[in-house]
């Protein structure tokens, strides 16, 4: 009995050594991790905003975003990323570090960010393409929605900045491209599809055409620092 007693005694003794962390200090391995703040701040908040509020990449917190894209488009893009474009894959059946429970605590939490119904009665175009769209109708939409603020060809202009850059062209998808022009980049002062021209909201077939536009201009090999035979004139001395 006494011997109990003592192996006892040692064993809380043991537990109480100054240095040693109390129960409640245990650290959760990374992938036990689901709360959506901690979750949201190591891996989303540098680019799209410590709230949503968007930043190198959109705003995630808007009523009419998150009333368009579905919890599936959500996961799917969180857990496999865009290829050829900045946004990993944050799942680890792609390769990422989430697991499916801390990627469904992610789009739980962005969904709390706007009430149920903040964007009722609005109907923004659909979020993926319903119709194909045309390059050549794009040109005359862009002209009517686009070219007071990205200039007439849509090089930039004195509101807004180039957005058929190839190097810009070469890090967004279509889907990106669409999902600005139906949002906008309020952060930025862009529109969404409804404040180009007043009274006349973007239909789903012009959103279509101007992204064709757009994709229109990528290039093959968007890093190529000059266009073909450029390079031998500036060997030569001429700027």
């Known amino acids: 009995m006494l011997l109990a007693v003592m192996m006892l005694a040692s064993t809380v003794a043991c537990n109480n050594l100054p240095g040693r962390p109390a129960p409640v200090s245990d650290v959760l391995r990374p992938s036990q991790q689901t709360d959506f703040a901690a979750l949201y701040a190591q891996n989303c908040a540098a680019c799209h905003g410590p709230r949503g509020e968007g930043g190198a990449a959109i705003a995630l917190a808007g009523p009419l975003y998150l009333a368009t894209v579905s919890d599936q488009v959500l996961r799917s893009v969180t857990t496999d990323g865009i290829p050829g474009t900045p946004m990993p894959a944050f799942g680890q059946s792609a390769g990422g570090t989430l697991t499916v429970q801390q990627i469904a605590a992610l789009v739980d939490g962005i969904r709390k960010w706007v009430p149920a ?46 957005i058929v850059d190839p190097s810009f062209l070469a890090l967004v998808s279509d889907q990106g491209l669409r999902t600005t022009v139906i949002f906008g980049r309020p952060e930025l002062g862009a529109p969404d599809w409804r404040g180009d021209v007043p009274g006349h909201p973007m239909t789903d077939q012009e959103v279509s055409d101007v992204v064709a536009w757009m994709a229109a201009h990528r290039v093959p090999y968007p890093g190529q620092p000059y266009p073909s035979g450029a390079g031998k004139s500036l060997q030569g001395g001429e700027r």
């Open 117 to 162: 119904g903040a964007a009722e009665g609005v109907r923004p175009p659909s979020y993926v393409a319903g119709v194909p769209g045309e390059a050549k109708r794009g040109a005359i939409v862009y002209q009517s929605f686009c070219s007071s603020c990205h200039g007439p060809g849509g090089d930039g202009g004195k509101a807004a900045g180039s």
